[in-house]
C-alpha cells in the first residue's frame, strides 16, 4: 500500500531501475559510442518531450542496444547516426510519439475541433 503510494508521488521504482541499467550499459560502452550516446541522450531529454517514464526508458534502452551492438560490429558512430545527427535523432524520437506530451494535446485538438464542428452540423 504505502509503495503504491510513493510511486504515485515519485513515478514508479521498475523506470528507476532501468534508468539505473541503462546508465550502467551506457558506462560501459567504448568512448565514441558513450560521447554518442550523451549526446543523443541529452537531445532527446530536451526535444523529446517523453511525459511517460516506460516510454523513456525503452527509448534509451533501445538507445543502448543500438550503440551496444554498433560497437560490437565495428560499426563508427557515423555509420549508425548518419552525417545529420540531428535528424537521426528526430526519426529515433518519432517512433517515440505515443509517449510525447505533446501527443496528448494533438488528440486533445482533434477532439474540440470535431465537437465543433459537429455542434455546427
Known sequence: MAARWIE???GSF???????RYKERKALLPAPYRTATDGLERYIMYAGAISKGDVLAQMLEDLADLMEQGAADG???RGIVGEDPVDFAE???AN???GQWISKERRRLI??????????A
Do not use: G, L, M, N
Open 14 to 20: 521498475e523506470d528507476k531501475k532501468r534508468w539505473h
Open 96 to 98: 517515440y510519439a505515443d
Open 8 to 10: 504515485q508521488v515519485t
Open 91 to 93: 526519426t529515433f524520437i
Open 75 to 77: 560499426v563508427p558512430v
Open 111 to 120: 477532439d474540440a475541433i470535431e465537437s465543433a464542428a459537429q455542434d455546427q
